[in-house]
């Protein structure tokens, strides 16, 4: 049986196990809107909580993975509070129980590379090109990304990329072991949804339990996360921020402020 749910931009569907997250916003680059982080969260805590639910996918329409965040969403509604709904959906992806399988292909900017590090499995297609472009608009990192990041790649290599910010591709990305795999992006949903598929096809607490063992291997993620977010919430409120964000809106160099 399959079902598919439509709500803020956010395509939910449910077949054979894989719940697929789908961002549905590609006349704006798939940008997260809190109504969007929203969505997301519940569609995670469903998957959680029911046993029909083996795997979760994500994907997204049109051109690109997501572009990050919505700028002016997050200039009228920062999530500054730890009800917020990014805040939600970054501790769901966390503490998610089951395997996550991503499918990047186009621009996966800021969120749409740091959420990557709490996937179990991700297939990029050659067209995927990443970025954590944080600091170059006046924030800092998130999604525990200071932490695995530089777990995964290294201390020198996680400041080129968290710090300088420059775009990279998917091969890349396979090598610093960010992707398993690249494919040509047509092949990509295919190769994304059977490796869903094969997962949602073992033995399902076998399966948890694996994940819940591999996951011990991240101590102090909790604590980097909330940490990451307090100063997060302060950037937010900084004039550095605003400057830069209304510079990139209006497609104009930022005037320099105080640090």
Request: glycine fraction near 8%; proline fraction near 6%; include cysteine.
């Amino acid at each position: 049986m399959s079902e598919t749910v439509a709500q803020d931009h956010i395509l939910v569907s449910d077949a054979d196990g894989v719940l697929e997250i789908r961002l549905n916003r590609p006349e704006k680059r798939n940008a997260i809107t809190n109504a969007m982080y929203a969505a997301m969260a519940d569609a995670l805590e469903r998957a959680a909580a029911d046993p029909a639910i083996r795997a979760v996918l994500f994907s997204g329409a049109g051109d690109g993975f997501t572009g990050g965040n919505d700028l002016q969403d997050f200039l009228s509604a920062p999530p500054l509070g730890e009800d917020s709904p990014g805040w939600r959906f970054l501790t769901a992806l966390r503490d998610a129980p089951k395997p996550l399988v991503a499918a990047v292909h186009g621009s996966a900017v800021g969120i749409g590379t740091t959420m990557l590090l709490h996937c179990d499995l991700v297939y990029a297609g050659r067209s995927a090109r990443l970025a954590l472009p944080f600091v170059r608009l006046g924030l800092v990192p998130e999604a525990g990304s200071s932490l695995l990041l530089p777990r995964l790649v290294g201390h020198q290599k996680a400041a080129e990329l968290l710090i300088l910010g420059e775009p990279f591709d998917a091969d890349t990305a396979q090598a610093l072991g960010l992707v398993n795999r690249v494919v040509e992006d047509e092949a990509l949903p295919a190769a994304a949804r059977a490796a869903a598929a094969a997962i949602a096809a073992l033995p399902a607490a076998a399966v948890r339990e694996t994940k819940r063992l591999l996951k011990r291997g991240a101590p102090g993620l909790t604590d980097c996360m909330e940490e990451e977010i307090r100063v997060f919430r302060d950037r937010l409120r900084s004039a550095e921020f605003r400057e830069t964000a209304a510079a990139f809106l209006e497609k104009r160099p930022p005037g320099r402020t105080a640090g």
